[in-house]
């Protein structure tokens, strides 16, 4: 494994030379410009536990504490050619450098982590903490970042909501080394506890909490989510077990053909529903907290209305926006009972009854109380979700998305989809099936 | 509704003839054969507070209180040609004489009903304790009892579980008239207690509580259930409001034609299942109790199998038991969802994972519990039924009878069964309406 993740002396020769680069050019249109802009290499690469293969580098481009971040993005914009402005709290450049995915990050040059001005300010205070004390445990780091990539556990991002790189370096510092967080992680519990320095704020429902040993306030692991955690611990108890290559080199999964997908969806004998719109613009921070509220909104929707929810995920797919839903039961009868106040609630019973003046049957008494049985608005699941949809409360950029347009497909319909991606997406959800025992 | 309840001067004569001429027979067969063994007219007969038209004669043969009760069945035995004999608590004789329907009971004859040998013996102290006061009531007892039939809650058997002739007797003593206790009753609510002689035990959790004068620990209307007791106030309150002959004469309710069920059953949408087995030869009150524990044991069995009951109800017509379901959903995935331990709970979880090793899909992890997908063993509702039908608990008598065999009609299938009484069944189910508001 050590080969494989570790970086060439030659790839590391290529990745100081593209940052040298890039940070003299920075210090160099700043000059021209007389500014008070200055580059900084921070992340893995700054560290030196990037994993091989990864050509991302980070540079944060400092003001003054009381400067312009604008002043920084205009530089930022001349250093690259290929690139474009993203948006995290602030603007920022992704720029394609020699072969590098560079991002160029304007932030303030602050004295001290405790008065940040921008939550990117941290990472300069993270790259000097690390860098001061990670030397002779760089190798298992790369471990650790390599085994949570092929458990699939890793990325801070909301749509994996896994172990930052960050993360993992605290973790090694914790533990000394690979084999040693995998063996602390096998006794972990939920609002397990790491706090280095000792001096840590006191947090409570959360996952796994790591004490920022910059921002005593802050838990690294705050965007881990508590499944993401167990996944890992699952992993990491199978592995120690009996290792194996694959944990950390897994084989790529392969689509399922028309013909299993269509086996599958019929051994599950339930109904699947994939709702597809078009995405917004948003990067995917963005995105996938929408589209999550929006499965759940959904799955209120069907609970509401007496349908049963077996599973359902989302994913976004270059432009194009899914969820999928599986239903437990997608037919029920037309009548349904609506129960009402008790009969010793004389005008509490007379409104009820009243209010549903052409029932199927009913009233009756039931458990002491008035029972009406009346028609129910949707009895199949699709109907009720091809209707109420766009009705839905889906978030600031989904609503307009959905009301723009939609499709569903429905149980054999998802075979007909073109797309390789979908299809594994598809594939995924069918196939679900962690290494656990 | 006077003139129709009142039993005619003729009625009450030939009502009077009968009981006089059955009491001399036992007193003449009691001192032939040496037995000391004494006729007694007890129930509405004897506080003339029956309806027209019943020809109903409750008569005790009563013998000392160290007697045997077997030489009393003998004498009954004689009594009467055309007879059957009965079980209760005890062996009776009930027997068609004269054109009345004759319960011939041996009784304990006693001087206190403080210490009872039998629940029949508190009887004759009923009779006693209305006679002495019902007079000049009679009329008003008729009236509530004839109200309280045409509203269907008339009879403390176990199948109606309604109001008792003793108990309406009782409610006439306390409020003084048929509408006094309607009235009265529009304001009940549960655990509402009535105890003429303010001594009584207190009852609670039981719907209404009526203190026996003659036995201040036992509860007249023990046998009344909730819905029953209330079914009675919400017709009192809708009587009240607009009164009408139809309370106490109801239209006889006319069964669906066979196209006419089909319509009502395509309307609800749902599916019906009706199980259809031979009745054991036990009384009513015997049966009931086995055939609704019976219908709470399927009910159960199809919740616990994640299907959703809408409503359900039992009867027995002649020798045919039957138990209907109305099923709200009745086919689900083949595939259900199993959540397992949380997966920090290492020995719980491998067990778990160990006990089920060919999920269709996963384990995976939601909510920090480990999930497993297994494959359903019934996706119908009626199959389950079919199957599981035999091995559920349900009671002494049914469970035989069950066992050696049943039928299970589902759906339209319904329409085609045979039989009137049958029908009407169906008939008052699916037309399940009270007059309520």
Request: charged share 30%; proline share 6%.
């Amino acid at each position: 494994v050590q080969r494989r993740v570790k970086p060439s002396p030659a790839d590391r020769e290529a990745l100081k030379e593209a940052a040298v680069s890039i940070i003299s050019e920075i210090d160099l249109l700043a000059r021209d410009s007389n500014q008070e802009v200055k580059g900084i290499l921070v992340g893995s690469a700054a560290r030196d536990t990037w994993l091989a293969g990864d050509h991302d580098l980070d540079i944060f481009l400092a003001v003054p504490e009381n400067g312009d971040l604008e002043k920084a993005m205009a530089i930022a914009r001349q250093v690259a050619t290929d690139y474009e402005e993203k948006y995290a709290e602030h603007p920022y450049v992704h720029a394609r450098i020699n072969g590098f995915e560079v991002d160029l990050v304007p932030c303030y040059r602050l004295q001290d982590a405790s008065c940040l001005k921008s939550a990117v300010d941290r990472t300069p205070f993270h790259t000097k903490y690390i860098a001061a004390r990670i030397s002779g445990l760089e190798d298992e780091v790369l471990l650790l970042k390599q085994f949570m990539k092929g458990v699939g556990v890793y990325g801070s991002e909301l749509k994996v909501g896994g172990f930052s790189g960050y993360l993992t370096e605290l973790l090694i510092l914790r533990y000394r080394s690979f084999l040693g967080t995998l063996e602390a992680a096998c006794g972990w519990r939920p609002e397990e506890t790491i706090d280095l320095e000792g001096r840590g704020k006191v947090f409570s429902e959360e996952p796994l909490i790591v004490i920022d040993p910059v921002d005593p306030g802050r838990n690294v692991a705050a965007a881990l989510t508590l499944d993401k955690m167990f996944q890992f611990v699952a992993a990491a108890r199978c592995f120690l077990k009996d290792p194996h290559l694959e944990y950390f080199f897994p084989n790529k999964p392969s689509p399922l053909s028309d013909r299993e997908l269509l086996q599958a969806i019929d051994e599950r004998g339930s109904q699947m529903v994939l709702v597809e719109f078009e995405a917004p613009a948003v990067v995917e921070d963005v995105l996938f907290p929408q589209l999550r509220k929006a499965e759940g909104a959904v799955k209120a929707l069907l609970e509401r209305n007496d349908f049963s929810l077996l599973r359902s995920d989302v994913d976004a797919i270059g432009k194009r926006a899914l969820m999928l839903f599986e239903l437990e039961s997608w037919e029920l009868s037309s009548v349904y009972k609506r129960r009402g106040p008790p009969v010793w609630e004389e005008a509490h019973m007379a409104r009820f009854l009243t209010s549903h003046p052409d029932p199927i049957s009913g009233p009756y008494i039931e458990d002491g109380r008035a029972v009406l049985e009346l028609s129910r608005k949707y009895t199949r699941a699709c109907d009720l979700l091809a209707e109420e949809l766009p009705r839905l409360s889906l978030g600031k950029h989904l609503a307009p998305a959905v009301r723009s347009g939609y499709k569903i497909y429905v149980g054999p319909e998802l075979a007909g989809i073109p797309g390789n991606e979908l299809r594994l997406f598809l594939t995924s959800y069918l196939k679900a099936r962690l290494r656990m025992g």
